[in-house]
Structures are given as C-alpha cells and as structure tokens.
Nanobody, 124 residues
Framework: QVQLVESGGGLVQAGGSLRLSCSASGRTSSGLAMGWFRQAPGKEREFVAIISGSGGRTNYADSVKGRFTISRDNAQNTVYLQMNSLNPEDTAVYYC?????????????????WGQGTQVTVSS
C-alpha cells in the first residue's frame, strides 16, 4: 500500500506563487508516476500535471502550461508542484495521485493511489 500526503496549500493573492508537496510512503512507493489533480467548487476533478517515475517525462493541462512546474525528488519520494502567476480560477482542492502506469493519468479511475487533498485559494 502507498500513502500520499499533500502539503503547501493556503491563501495567496492573484499573481502570487505557492509550492505544493506530496510525500509518498509505503513499500512500493518508489518509481511511481505521480501527478496533481484539482477540484474547484461545483466542478469535476481535473488533471493538472504528471511526472514519470524517473522524472524524465511530464505533461500539463493547457490551463497551467507555462505557469506550473512539476518536479520530483526520488531520494525523498516527494513530488512538487510550483505554481506561479496564480489567478482566482486556480482556486481548488489539489490532490496528489500516483500509479505504476504513467498514461493512467488520462483516466482518473485507473489511478491507484490518492492523497487527501490540500486547499489552494487565490484571492482577487
């Protein structure tokens, strides 16, 4: 079993930055593709970014390209989401997810592991 714990959410003004962290633990946590999803009030959960187990491959939602950067520290089993130029539309609960198969980010139902989420609120 794998446990994912997110941190780093909070309240920030529009134009500001935040960095989210997701720490993975568990016997099989190494080498997992890890990513971020978000759910705004009244909306479905949507994909934000994903990074492969080696860190050599990434994908981003069009809405965050050029503003958000996903990275990982495999020695720490931690993935990060650096969020810059935040706007109120980025307000959501951000969830970390992980899976053995990178391409499963295209179908959230296939992802094996999820964190509890961290709230990000961007004020105008």
């Amino acid at each position: 079993q794998v446990q994912l714990v997110e941190s780093g959410g909070g309240l920030v003004q529009a134009g500001g930055s935040l960095r989210l962290s997701c720490s993975a633990s568990g016997r099989t946590s190494s080498g997992l593709a890890m990513g971020w999803f978000r759910q705004a009030p009244g909306k479905e959960r949507e994909f934000v970014a994903i990074i492969s187990g080696s860190g050599g491959r990434t994908n981003y939602a069009d809405s965050v390209k050029g503003r958000f950067t996903i990275s990982r520290d495999n020695a720490q089993n931690t993935v990060y989401l650096q969020m810059n130029s935040l706007n109120p539309e980025d307000t959501a609960v951000y969830y970390c997810a992980a899976d053995r198969i990178y391409s499963n980010y295209r179908d959230q139902g296939r992802l094996d592991y999820w964190g509890q989420g961290t709230q990000v609120t961007v004020s105008s």
